[in-house]
């Protein structure tokens, strides 16, 4: 399995993406993107916390739309997989790592695969931001590989709190 191929597939994407909303993202200072995956309303810079709308979340979808789920699990992960889909749209997949099952050893590989695709992916997202001008270094840090201290932390978490209040007031008030 070419790991490193889903990775450059997904990026390409996402620069796709990320190209066509500049404008958007100038103009509101929001990184919310509409692409038509998933459930089509997702934040590129939603990195921690909930998967709900973030950019885990459109990196799962792409993923799924694109066929490269297909590529990397199995069967029964695939259709673990589809369902988690349907009872759960909000969430990403994560195969099912059962220590006594017999399939203990390919779901810890797929799960391993996973994890170097989301922060890949999620790291290039960042250096592109940054790269098109904006501040996003804190946001990114972990996937960047950008130590900080305890206290700018608190700060950084306070502000995201802050910022997600303020986006769900807005998406109330244009309901």
Do not use: W
């Not at 450059?8 to 958007?24: A, W």
């Not at 988690?84 to 195969?95: R, T």
């Amino acid at each position: 399995m070419n790991t490193q191929k889903h990775i450059e597939k997904i990026n390409s994407i996402l620069k796709k993406i990320i190209d066509k909303n500049l404008t958007g993202f100038k103009k509101s200072g929001e990184f919310k993107v509409r692409p038509g995956y998933g459930y089509d309303k997702f934040y590129l810079d939603s990195v921690e916390g909930s998967y709900d709308m973030s950019l885990q979340g459109l990196i799962h979808y792409i993923m799924y739309s694109e066929g490269i789920y297909k590529e990397i699990l199995n069967k029964k992960q695939y259709a673990e997989l589809e369902i988690m889909i349907k009872e759960s749209p909000e969430g990403i997949y994560s195969p099912d790592i059962d220590f006594e099952s017999d399939d203990y050893a390919e779901s810890e590989d797929t799960q391993e695969i996973l994890d170097e695709i989301y922060h890949s992916c999620i790291k290039y997202v960042g250096e592109q931001l940054i790269e098109k001008g904006f501040d996003v270094e804190s946001t990114f840090a972990d996937f960047l590989g950008i130590e900080r201290d305890d206290e700018e932390e608190d700060l950084r978490e306070n502000a995201y709190l802050r910022m997600m209040f303020e986006r769900d007031e807005k998406e109330d008030d244009e309901k």
